[in-house]
Protein backbone atom coordinates (compact mmCIF):
# COMPACT_ATOMS: atom_id res chain seq x y z
CA UNK A 1 0.00 0.00 0.00
CA UNK A 2 1.16 3.90 -0.53
CA UNK A 3 3.09 4.90 2.64
CA UNK A 4 0.65 8.38 2.44
CA UNK A 5 -2.42 5.57 2.83
CA UNK A 6 -0.55 3.68 5.18
CA UNK A 7 -0.24 6.58 7.56
CA UNK A 8 -3.74 7.67 7.57
CA UNK A 9 -4.61 4.09 8.00
CA UNK A 10 -2.55 4.37 11.00
CA UNK A 11 -3.42 7.56 12.51
CA UNK A 12 -7.16 6.70 12.06
CA UNK A 13 -6.45 3.40 13.65
CA UNK A 14 -4.23 5.02 16.72
CA UNK A 15 -7.12 7.30 17.15
CA UNK A 16 -9.94 5.16 17.38
CA UNK A 17 -7.87 2.32 19.97
CA UNK A 18 -7.14 5.40 22.25
CA UNK A 19 -10.91 6.52 22.05
CA UNK A 20 -12.24 2.66 23.13
CA UNK A 21 -8.92 1.91 25.11
CA UNK A 22 -10.08 4.94 27.11
CA UNK A 23 -13.55 3.72 27.28
CA UNK A 24 -12.58 0.32 28.16
CA UNK A 25 -9.95 1.44 30.81
CA UNK A 26 -11.80 3.97 32.37
CA UNK A 27 -15.14 2.14 33.00
CA UNK A 28 -12.77 -0.97 34.53
CA UNK A 29 -11.23 2.09 36.58
CA UNK A 30 -14.93 2.87 37.77
CA UNK A 31 -16.33 0.04 38.93
CA UNK A 32 -13.14 -1.23 40.61
CA UNK A 33 -13.61 2.14 42.39
CA UNK A 34 -17.53 1.32 42.87
CA UNK A 35 -17.16 -2.09 44.04
CA UNK A 36 -14.51 -0.91 46.67
CA UNK A 37 -16.38 2.10 47.57
CA UNK A 38 -19.89 0.48 48.56
CA UNK A 39 -21.65 0.80 51.73
CA UNK A 40 -24.25 -1.56 53.16
CA UNK A 41 -27.56 -0.01 52.19
CA UNK A 42 -29.33 2.11 54.55
CA UNK A 43 -33.29 1.45 54.11
CA UNK A 44 -34.10 -2.38 55.28
CA UNK A 45 -35.97 -2.90 52.48
CA UNK A 46 -33.29 -2.25 49.94
CA UNK A 47 -31.35 -4.90 52.17
CA UNK A 48 -34.36 -7.42 52.68
CA UNK A 49 -34.69 -7.18 48.57
CA UNK A 50 -30.90 -8.65 48.25
CA UNK A 51 -29.12 -5.45 48.24
CA UNK A 52 -25.53 -6.03 48.97
CA UNK A 53 -24.06 -2.34 48.64
CA UNK A 54 -25.24 1.03 47.43
CA UNK A 55 -23.39 4.43 46.74
CA UNK A 56 -24.69 7.97 46.34
CA UNK A 57 -22.95 10.64 44.13
CA UNK A 58 -22.95 13.28 42.06
CA UNK A 59 -21.51 13.94 38.48
CA UNK A 60 -22.58 16.36 35.59
CA UNK A 61 -25.08 18.20 37.18
CA UNK A 62 -27.51 15.40 38.90
CA UNK A 63 -27.17 12.59 41.78
CA UNK A 64 -27.08 9.32 41.33
CA UNK A 65 -27.56 6.09 43.24
CA UNK A 66 -26.25 2.76 42.34
CA UNK A 67 -27.00 -0.11 44.21
CA UNK A 68 -25.43 -3.77 43.93
CA UNK A 69 -26.93 -6.76 44.99
CA UNK A 70 -26.02 -9.68 47.01
CA UNK A 71 -26.56 -12.03 43.71
CA UNK A 72 -29.22 -10.96 41.30
CA UNK A 73 -32.49 -8.73 41.78
CA UNK A 74 -35.47 -10.60 42.34
CA UNK A 75 -36.99 -10.19 38.47
CA UNK A 76 -34.11 -9.36 35.91
CA UNK A 77 -34.60 -5.85 34.25
CA UNK A 78 -34.98 -4.40 31.28
CA UNK A 79 -33.22 -3.17 29.67
CA UNK A 80 -29.49 -4.72 30.96
CA UNK A 81 -26.46 -2.78 30.46
CA UNK A 82 -23.57 -4.78 29.35
CA UNK A 83 -19.67 -3.87 29.35
CA UNK A 84 -18.27 -5.49 26.71
CA UNK A 85 -17.82 -3.95 23.25
CA UNK A 86 -15.01 -1.19 25.00
CA UNK A 87 -12.62 -4.38 25.50
CA UNK A 88 -13.57 -6.14 22.35
CA UNK A 89 -13.24 -3.13 19.90
CA UNK A 90 -10.09 -2.13 21.91
CA UNK A 91 -8.34 -5.42 20.99
CA UNK A 92 -9.74 -5.17 17.36
CA UNK A 93 -8.36 -2.28 16.90
CA UNK A 94 -4.97 -2.34 18.71
CA UNK A 95 -4.35 -6.05 16.66
CA UNK A 96 -5.36 -3.88 13.46
CA UNK A 97 -2.61 -1.04 14.59
CA UNK A 98 -0.15 -3.86 15.25
CA UNK A 99 -0.39 -5.01 11.82
CA UNK A 100 -0.26 -2.09 9.93
CA UNK A 101 2.61 -0.37 12.23
CA UNK A 102 4.48 -3.28 12.81
CA UNK A 103 3.93 -6.07 10.79
CA UNK A 104 3.75 -4.62 7.21
CA UNK A 105 7.19 -2.80 8.21
CA UNK A 106 8.19 -5.72 10.08
CA UNK A 107 12.01 -5.12 8.62
CA UNK A 108 11.95 -1.71 10.36
CA UNK A 109 10.09 -1.96 13.51
CA UNK A 110 10.48 -5.47 14.42
CA UNK A 111 13.99 -7.03 13.03
CA UNK A 112 17.16 -6.05 14.46
CA UNK A 113 19.62 -8.01 12.17
CA UNK A 114 22.64 -7.65 14.98
CA UNK A 115 19.95 -9.50 17.39
CA UNK A 116 18.60 -12.46 15.31
CA UNK A 117 18.13 -12.29 11.39
CA UNK A 118 14.67 -13.13 10.82
CA UNK A 119 12.38 -12.66 7.56
CA UNK A 120 9.87 -10.66 8.15
CA UNK A 121 7.38 -13.52 7.70
CA UNK A 122 8.99 -15.46 10.64
CA UNK A 123 9.20 -12.41 13.12
CA UNK A 124 5.08 -11.85 11.92
CA UNK A 125 4.24 -15.88 13.03
CA UNK A 126 6.81 -15.61 16.01
CA UNK A 127 4.74 -12.69 17.21
CA UNK A 128 1.19 -14.00 16.38
CA UNK A 129 2.09 -17.53 17.90
CA UNK A 130 2.81 -16.22 20.65
CA UNK A 131 -0.11 -13.72 21.60
CA UNK A 132 -2.07 -17.33 20.76
CA UNK A 133 0.26 -19.03 22.96
CA UNK A 134 0.26 -16.81 25.73
CA UNK A 135 -3.28 -16.77 26.35
CA UNK A 136 -3.74 -20.20 26.27
CA UNK A 137 -0.78 -20.97 28.62
CA UNK A 138 -2.55 -18.10 31.42
CA UNK A 139 -6.15 -19.70 30.91
CA UNK A 140 -4.76 -22.89 31.53
CA UNK A 141 -2.83 -21.81 34.35
CA UNK A 142 -6.16 -20.26 36.14
CA UNK A 143 -8.44 -22.83 35.08
CA UNK A 144 -5.69 -25.19 36.84
CA UNK A 145 -4.63 -23.50 39.70
CA UNK A 146 -8.71 -22.77 40.85
CA UNK A 147 -9.95 -19.84 42.26
CA UNK A 148 -8.19 -20.12 46.10
CA UNK A 149 -4.20 -19.58 45.01
CA UNK A 150 -4.07 -16.28 43.45
CA UNK A 151 -0.53 -15.91 44.60
CA UNK A 152 0.20 -18.86 42.67
CA UNK A 153 -1.15 -17.59 39.73
CA UNK A 154 0.52 -14.34 40.27
CA UNK A 155 3.97 -15.98 40.57
CA UNK A 156 3.73 -18.33 37.55
CA UNK A 157 2.68 -15.49 35.27
CA UNK A 158 5.35 -12.89 36.41
CA UNK A 159 7.58 -15.54 35.76
CA UNK A 160 5.92 -16.49 32.28
CA UNK A 161 5.91 -12.80 31.14
CA UNK A 162 9.46 -12.55 31.85
CA UNK A 163 10.61 -15.97 30.18
CA UNK A 164 8.68 -14.70 27.27
CA UNK A 165 10.40 -11.11 27.37
CA UNK A 166 14.00 -12.92 27.61
CA UNK A 167 13.15 -15.07 25.03
CA UNK A 168 11.93 -12.28 22.31
CA UNK A 169 15.04 -9.77 23.07
CA UNK A 170 16.75 -12.78 21.49
CA UNK A 171 14.68 -12.45 18.13
CA UNK A 172 13.17 -8.54 18.25
CA UNK A 173 14.54 -5.55 17.90
CA UNK A 174 14.02 -3.83 21.76
CA UNK A 175 10.78 -1.79 20.72
CA UNK A 176 8.95 -5.01 19.24
CA UNK A 177 9.64 -6.90 22.65
CA UNK A 178 7.89 -4.29 24.58
CA UNK A 179 4.62 -4.28 22.05
CA UNK A 180 4.98 -7.89 21.73
CA UNK A 181 4.88 -8.49 25.34
CA UNK A 182 2.42 -5.42 25.75
CA UNK A 183 -0.11 -7.22 22.73
CA UNK A 184 -0.06 -10.52 24.67
CA UNK A 185 -1.06 -9.26 28.01
CA UNK A 186 -3.72 -6.85 26.22
CA UNK A 187 -4.91 -10.21 24.37
CA UNK A 188 -4.62 -11.89 27.97
CA UNK A 189 -7.47 -8.92 29.03
CA UNK A 190 -9.69 -8.72 25.90
CA UNK A 191 -9.95 -12.40 25.71
CA UNK A 192 -10.62 -12.86 29.77
CA UNK A 193 -13.66 -10.45 29.06
CA UNK A 194 -14.73 -12.62 26.08
CA UNK A 195 -14.49 -15.86 27.14
CA UNK A 196 -14.69 -15.96 31.09
CA UNK A 197 -16.21 -12.57 32.35
CA UNK A 198 -18.97 -12.41 29.50
CA UNK A 199 -20.01 -16.20 29.93
CA UNK A 200 -20.06 -16.29 33.68
CA UNK A 201 -22.00 -12.86 33.75
CA UNK A 202 -24.77 -14.83 30.96
CA UNK A 203 -25.06 -17.50 33.15
CA UNK A 204 -25.95 -15.62 35.96
CA UNK A 205 -29.03 -14.17 33.78
CA UNK A 206 -30.03 -17.51 32.45
CA UNK A 207 -30.07 -18.64 35.64
CA UNK A 208 -32.28 -15.75 36.35
CA UNK A 209 -34.65 -16.63 33.22
CA UNK A 210 -35.10 -19.94 34.61
CA UNK A 211 -35.92 -18.73 37.61
CA UNK A 212 -33.39 -20.66 39.64
CA UNK A 213 -30.93 -19.45 41.88
CA UNK A 214 -27.87 -19.16 40.18
CA UNK A 215 -24.64 -20.43 41.37
CA UNK A 216 -22.03 -18.26 42.73
CA UNK A 217 -19.50 -20.01 41.30
CA UNK A 218 -19.80 -17.92 37.88
CA UNK A 219 -19.75 -14.71 39.43
CA UNK A 220 -16.61 -15.73 41.14
CA UNK A 221 -14.51 -16.86 38.10
CA UNK A 222 -15.76 -14.00 36.29
CA UNK A 223 -14.13 -11.60 39.46
CA UNK A 224 -11.20 -13.36 39.88
CA UNK A 225 -10.15 -12.79 36.04
CA UNK A 226 -11.75 -9.03 36.78
CA UNK A 227 -9.29 -8.53 39.64
CA UNK A 228 -6.09 -9.79 36.98
CA UNK A 229 -7.56 -7.30 34.33
CA UNK A 230 -7.53 -4.67 36.83
CA UNK A 231 -3.71 -5.42 37.53
CA UNK A 232 -3.07 -5.65 34.03
CA UNK A 233 -4.39 -2.11 33.35
CA UNK A 234 -1.30 0.25 34.18
CA UNK A 235 1.60 -2.43 32.65
CA UNK A 236 -0.27 -2.43 29.40
CA UNK A 237 -0.61 1.09 29.06
CA UNK A 238 3.14 1.56 30.16
CA UNK A 239 3.94 -0.70 26.98
CA UNK A 240 1.63 1.50 24.55
CA UNK A 241 3.35 4.73 25.42
CA UNK A 242 7.23 3.27 25.40
CA UNK A 243 7.83 3.46 21.74
CA UNK A 244 8.34 7.29 22.88
CA UNK A 245 10.91 6.51 25.40
CA UNK A 246 13.94 4.60 23.20
CA UNK A 247 15.96 4.81 26.68
CA UNK A 248 13.85 1.84 28.11
CA UNK A 249 13.87 -0.52 25.14
CA UNK A 250 17.13 0.59 23.98
CA UNK A 251 19.16 -0.79 27.24
CA UNK A 252 21.02 -3.84 26.53
CA UNK A 253 19.18 -5.50 28.94
CA UNK A 254 15.61 -4.01 27.73
CA UNK A 255 14.18 -7.46 28.76
CA UNK A 256 14.70 -6.76 32.86
CA UNK A 257 14.07 -3.09 32.42
CA UNK A 258 10.35 -3.87 31.14
CA UNK A 259 9.88 -6.69 34.08
CA UNK A 260 10.94 -4.21 36.26
CA UNK A 261 8.57 -1.01 35.40
CA UNK A 262 5.65 -3.85 35.08
CA UNK A 263 6.08 -5.07 38.04
CA UNK A 264 6.33 -1.56 39.74
CA UNK A 265 2.79 -0.29 37.50
CA UNK A 266 0.81 -3.33 39.13
CA UNK A 267 2.19 -2.42 42.42
CA UNK A 268 0.95 1.06 41.51
CA UNK A 269 -2.38 -0.23 40.97
CA UNK A 270 -2.25 -2.42 44.57
CA UNK A 271 -2.03 1.10 45.97
CA UNK A 272 -5.54 2.30 44.46
CA UNK A 273 -6.72 -1.21 44.99
CA UNK A 274 -5.97 -0.88 49.01
CA UNK A 275 -7.15 3.18 48.94
CA UNK A 276 -10.74 2.71 47.87
CA UNK A 277 -11.07 -0.34 50.23
CA UNK A 278 -10.02 3.19 52.45
CA UNK A 279 -6.58 1.56 53.37
CA UNK A 280 -4.08 4.41 51.95
CA UNK A 281 -0.89 2.96 52.15
CA UNK A 282 1.74 5.13 51.32
CA UNK A 283 4.90 3.37 51.51
CA UNK A 284 3.83 1.45 48.20
CA UNK A 285 3.95 5.00 46.18
CA UNK A 286 7.20 6.39 47.91
CA UNK A 287 9.02 3.20 47.39
CA UNK A 288 7.65 2.76 43.80
CA UNK A 289 8.99 6.53 43.26
CA UNK A 290 12.29 5.25 44.66
CA UNK A 291 12.30 2.51 42.57
CA UNK A 292 11.92 4.21 39.50
CA UNK A 293 14.53 6.37 40.41
CA UNK A 294 16.56 3.92 41.32
CA UNK A 295 15.85 2.30 38.22
CA UNK A 296 16.24 5.62 35.99
CA UNK A 297 20.17 5.82 37.60
CA UNK A 298 20.45 2.30 36.61
CA UNK A 299 20.36 2.21 33.27
CA UNK A 300 21.48 6.29 32.25
CA UNK A 301 24.09 5.77 29.39
CA UNK A 302 27.42 6.64 29.71
CA UNK A 303 28.59 10.15 28.56
CA UNK A 304 30.44 9.75 25.43
CA UNK A 305 34.07 11.14 25.15
CA UNK A 306 34.62 14.65 23.70
CA UNK A 307 38.71 13.97 23.63
CA UNK A 308 38.10 12.28 20.27
CA UNK A 309 35.61 14.71 18.43
CA UNK A 310 35.98 14.86 14.33
CA UNK A 311 34.83 18.01 12.27
CA UNK A 312 32.27 19.07 11.36
CA UNK A 313 32.67 17.82 7.62
CA UNK A 314 33.13 13.68 9.29
CA UNK A 315 30.17 14.19 11.47
CA UNK A 316 28.20 15.84 8.48
CA UNK A 317 28.94 12.84 6.47
CA UNK A 318 27.79 10.22 8.51
CA UNK A 319 24.53 11.81 9.07
CA UNK A 320 24.40 12.14 5.39
CA UNK A 321 25.23 8.44 4.45
CA UNK A 322 23.24 6.31 7.45
CA UNK A 323 20.40 8.89 8.16
CA UNK A 324 18.91 11.45 5.56
CA UNK A 325 17.93 8.62 3.88
CA UNK A 326 14.44 8.87 5.86
CA UNK A 327 15.29 12.55 7.43
CA UNK A 328 15.12 14.43 4.39
CA UNK A 329 12.78 16.75 2.81
CA UNK A 330 11.71 14.43 0.38
CA UNK A 331 13.33 10.60 1.62
CA UNK A 332 14.95 8.55 -0.70
CA UNK A 333 13.91 5.51 1.44
CA UNK A 334 11.45 3.73 -0.17
CA UNK A 335 8.25 3.10 2.70
CA UNK A 336 8.41 7.03 3.38
CA UNK A 337 6.76 9.96 2.26
CA UNK A 338 7.49 12.50 4.45
CA UNK A 339 10.38 12.51 6.89
CA UNK A 340 9.82 10.80 9.97
CA UNK A 341 8.23 12.39 13.40
CA UNK A 342 9.13 15.62 11.04
CA UNK A 343 12.82 15.64 11.74
CA UNK A 344 15.01 16.69 9.20
CA UNK A 345 19.08 15.87 8.90
CA UNK A 346 19.80 17.36 5.32
CA UNK A 347 21.11 20.78 6.00
CA UNK A 348 24.26 21.88 8.10
CA UNK A 349 21.98 23.85 10.44
CA UNK A 350 18.95 21.38 10.76
CA UNK A 351 21.90 18.54 12.00
CA UNK A 352 23.72 21.04 14.40
CA UNK A 353 20.19 22.61 15.70
CA UNK A 354 19.15 18.69 15.91
CA UNK A 355 22.21 17.67 17.87
CA UNK A 356 20.97 16.54 21.17
CA UNK A 357 18.07 14.85 19.51
CA UNK A 358 20.66 12.91 17.31
CA UNK A 359 23.05 11.78 20.62
CA UNK A 360 19.44 10.65 21.89
CA UNK A 361 18.94 8.69 19.30
CA UNK A 362 21.79 7.09 17.89
CA UNK A 363 24.33 6.85 20.79
CA UNK A 364 22.16 7.32 24.31
CA UNK A 365 19.81 4.67 23.26
CA UNK A 366 20.40 3.50 19.62
CA UNK A 367 17.23 3.52 18.46
CA UNK A 368 17.99 5.04 15.50
CA UNK A 369 18.57 4.50 12.36
CA UNK A 370 15.85 2.57 13.03
CA UNK A 371 16.11 -1.27 12.69
CA UNK A 372 19.86 -0.30 11.14
CA UNK A 373 18.55 -0.50 7.97
CA UNK A 374 21.37 2.04 6.91
CA UNK A 375 23.55 -0.45 9.05
CA UNK A 376 25.34 2.36 10.86
CA UNK A 377 28.95 1.06 12.71
CA UNK A 378 29.35 1.61 16.48
CA UNK A 379 32.84 3.34 15.55
CA UNK A 380 30.58 5.85 13.53
CA UNK A 381 28.18 6.23 16.69
CA UNK A 382 31.31 7.13 19.20
CA UNK A 383 32.50 9.69 16.70
CA UNK A 384 28.65 11.04 16.63
CA UNK A 385 28.87 11.13 20.51
CA UNK A 386 32.57 12.49 20.67
CA UNK A 387 31.38 14.83 18.24
CA UNK A 388 28.32 16.09 20.14
CA UNK A 389 30.01 16.30 23.36
CA UNK A 390 32.52 18.75 22.30
CA UNK A 391 29.77 21.22 21.84
CA UNK A 392 28.18 20.19 18.21
CA UNK A 393 30.53 22.89 16.63
CA UNK A 394 30.83 23.34 12.71
C1 LIG B 1 15.00 3.91 7.54
C2 LIG B 1 14.56 5.19 7.92
C3 LIG B 1 15.32 5.94 9.01
C4 LIG B 1 16.66 6.17 9.10
C5 LIG B 1 17.75 5.73 8.17
C6 LIG B 1 16.83 6.97 10.28
N1 LIG B 1 15.64 7.21 10.89
FE1 LIG B 1 15.28 8.43 12.46
N2 LIG B 1 13.30 7.96 12.40
C7 LIG B 1 12.74 7.06 11.54
C8 LIG B 1 11.39 6.80 11.96
C9 LIG B 1 10.41 5.85 11.29
C10 LIG B 1 11.15 7.59 13.10
C11 LIG B 1 9.91 7.68 13.91
C12 LIG B 1 10.01 6.63 14.99
C13 LIG B 1 8.75 6.43 15.75
O1 LIG B 1 7.70 6.29 15.15
O2 LIG B 1 8.86 6.37 16.96
C14 LIG B 1 12.37 8.33 13.34
C15 LIG B 1 12.52 9.24 14.36
C16 LIG B 1 13.68 9.93 14.58
C17 LIG B 1 13.83 11.01 15.53
C18 LIG B 1 12.71 11.57 16.40
C19 LIG B 1 12.52 10.70 17.60
C20 LIG B 1 11.37 11.16 18.44
O3 LIG B 1 10.72 10.24 18.98
O4 LIG B 1 11.13 12.34 18.54
C21 LIG B 1 15.14 11.41 15.50
C22 LIG B 1 15.78 12.53 16.30
C23 LIG B 1 15.80 10.58 14.53
N3 LIG B 1 14.91 9.70 13.99
C24 LIG B 1 17.15 10.66 14.23
C25 LIG B 1 17.79 9.85 13.33
C26 LIG B 1 19.23 9.84 13.11
C27 LIG B 1 20.22 10.73 13.84
C28 LIG B 1 19.48 8.92 12.15
C29 LIG B 1 20.82 8.52 11.58
C30 LIG B 1 21.79 8.03 12.50
C31 LIG B 1 18.20 8.35 11.75
N4 LIG B 1 17.22 8.91 12.51
C32 LIG B 1 18.06 7.42 10.73
C33 LIG B 1 13.33 6.50 10.43
C34 LIG B 1 14.68 6.57 10.15
Not at 102 to 109: F, I, K, P, Q
Not at 323 to 347: E, I, R
Not at 378 to 388: K, P, Q, S, V
Amino acid sequence: MEPYALDWLNLLLRWSHLIVGIAWIGSSFYFVWLDNTLLPPQRKADADEGVGGELWAVHGGGFYHVQKFRIAPAELPEPLHWFKWEAYTTWMTGFALLAVQYYANARTYMIDPAVADLAPWQAVAISVALIVAGWVFYDQLCKRAGLERERLVAAVTIAFIALCAWGLSHLFAGRAVFLQIGAMLGTMMAANVLFVIIPSQRQLVVAKQRGVAPEAIHGLRGKQRSVHNNYFTLPVLFVMISPHYPMTWGHPRAWLVLLAILLLAAYVRHFFNLRHKGRTVWAIPVSAALATLALAFVIAPQRPDASAAPSFERAQAIVAQRCASCHAQSPAQPGFDVAPKGVMLDTPDRIVAAAAQIREQTVTTRAMPIGNLTNMTDAERRELGAWIAAGAKR
